[in-house]
């Protein structure tokens, strides 16, 4: 463990463009500012990428591509291991890093470094298990032969929320597997992923094996790499809209895709379920990262015998939360990710609240600077209210009631998403129906944090296409090849 100041920390951080193992500005010298959400000043300037540069980047990636599909898996998962170790070694770095551009508080933060790493060494060991088979075919004329291969350069695309997590989720796969990578981090927290290039860098991997890019224009850098014959793979985490954009562009090269989209998930308490513990994970599932996540929990449908002391206890644990600037001693709850982001929450909560909702806890933007807003508890939320249709990313928690089983799978169904749902009943028989039942692509049984990397994360319907993490993970950037060999 390393203690740093959060200017120094800043300082360290490299400001620059990483294209084929060396830091670059960009082709225009021009620059984005980084800004603190909980203060709304700058906490960095650092090169913004013109498609020119995203280019260059994948011209990179594309000339290391087959001297790193040649490497010996060993290696490829000893530079894996080796970043691990030094991630692991300076997370109180990487911590700090991630809550000064996110706003997560400190200890969430230092929770997100331990998951993210985790990605690292998983692949790390994902990397010398990849394997095929042999076989005499049916009718005895041949040997059939299967092997996996890379699939080739890939763009790797992530969001804002998770900022180490999500690129260690994508690029430890890809890495693994054999693949080069064009990483472009979002705008609003780019610096955790230059801070992770650094790690990669001093763990020796190859120049132009990885590349990262940040730019202001997120469209037009990408637009020309998905474009260009040579790249092979696109990954995105991040709102459906902007995923079905991707697969179309996607589409026109047939590229292999990964899509990692929004979330709508419901939080379902029967009336056997074990109040106490259905209220932590609601705590978990719902404020854990501020709200900002697609894994949380969106619509919390509860039996119409325990709703009332279920909003009681979850409002009282609300109660307590503090608010505040991420790294300040017992925050629980930090800033949303900007102005823009606190609007939508509220415009959530009016809508709701004008139908006829009832407003048990919070509800307001509180007055201080930052981009904050008061943990929120509604109920008796009407049918056809924005809050139960769209993603809320943030921290609101909205209730409403059901009387059957039956009620409770439609109600949890009503969406085009399907990437996770959670399910609290002390009744095993009801629990494996509802593994059955619900559309979605992950489920936490009377447990609100499900996230592993040793498990495949993804969903159904348009939340999305692929797993990452998992045996899973690795096949996403691997191609299956046949090969017959005649008798």
């Known amino acids: ?60 990636a594309a000339a290391a591509a087959d001297d790193w599909a040649a490497t010996a898996p060993r290696v490829r998962g000893e530079i894996l291991r080796g970043t691990f170790d030094l991630l692991t070694s300076r997370s109180d770095e990487a911590a700090l890093l991630m809550t000064l551009e996110m706003g997560k508080p400190l200890a969430e933060s230092a929770g997100e470094v331990v998951y993210g790493a985790e990605f690292l060494r998983w692949f790390s060991e994902e990397a010398v298990r990849i394997s095929g088979r042999f076989g005499q075919n049916p009718e005895g004329t041949g040997q059939i032969i299967v092997s996996q291969r890379p699939v080739g350069p890939a763009l790797l695309i992530t969001p804002w929320n998770f900022p180490l997590a999500m690129a260690t989720r994508k690029i430890a796969p890809a890495l693994a597997a054999g693949c080069t990578v064009v990483v472009k981090p979002a705008e609003l927290t780019p610096l955790t992923t230059l801070y992770l290039a650094t790690l990669f860098r001093e763990a020796g991997l190859p ?44 589409a026109e ?61 979850v409002a009282e644990r609300v109660g307590t939360f503090t608010l505040g600037r991420g790294t300040e001693p017992g925050v629980n709850i930090g800033p949303l990710i900007n102005d823009s982001a606190v609007d939508k929450v509220d415009e959530l909560v009016r809508d709701a609240l004008g139908r006829g909702a009832r407003l048990v806890a919070g509800g307001h933007r509180p007055e201080r600077i930052g981009s904050f807003y008061e943990p929120t508890v509604i109920t008796n939320t009407p049918a056809g209210s924005d809050i139960l249709r769209e993603e809320i990313f943030g921290p609101v928690l909205s209730i409403v009631e059901f009387d059957t089983e039956e009620e409770a799978v439609a109600l949890a169904n009503d969406t085009q998403y399907g990437l996770v749902s959670y399910v609290f009943t002390e009744n095993l028989a009801r629990g494996h129906r509802m593994i059955e039942k619900l559309d979605t692509g992950m489920m936490g049984l009377n447990v609100g944090v499900l996230s592993n990397a040793a498990a495949p994360f993804g969903g159904v319907k348009q939340s999305g296409l692929g797993r990452e993490g998992g045996a899973e993970g690795i096949h996403e950037y691997l191609s299956t090849k046949y090969t017959l060999i005649p008798n």
């Open 253 to 313: 090269n047939v590229l292999r895709t990964s899509m990692e989209l929004g979330g709508n998930a419901p939080f379902i308490v029967f009336g056997d379920a074990d109040l106490d513990k259905a209220v932590q994970g609601a705590m978990a599932a719902k404020f854990r990262n501020i709200g900002q996540a697609c894994t949380a929990a969106n619509r919390f449908i509860v039996h119409r015998s325990i709703a009332a002391p279920f909003a009681e206890a």
């Open 207 to 250: 120049a132009g094996v990885l590349n990262v890019i940040t730019t202001s224009n997120s469209a037009a850098v990408s637009g020309p790499i998905i474009a260009d014959p040579r790249l092979r793979k696109l990954s995105f985490t991040g709102s459906t809209a902007v995923g079905r954009k991707l697969i179309a562009q996607a």
């Open 1 to 60: 463990m390393t203690t740093i100041t959060e200017s120094a920390l800043l300082d360290a951080v490299p400001g620059l463009l990483f294209i084929g193992g060396e830091w670059v500005p960009s082709e225009t010298g021009r620059t984005l500012d980084v800004f603190d959400p909980a203060t709304g000043q700058v906490l960095k300037s650092i090169a913004d990428a013109t498609p020119a540069d995203g280019i260059r980047a994948l011209d990179a």
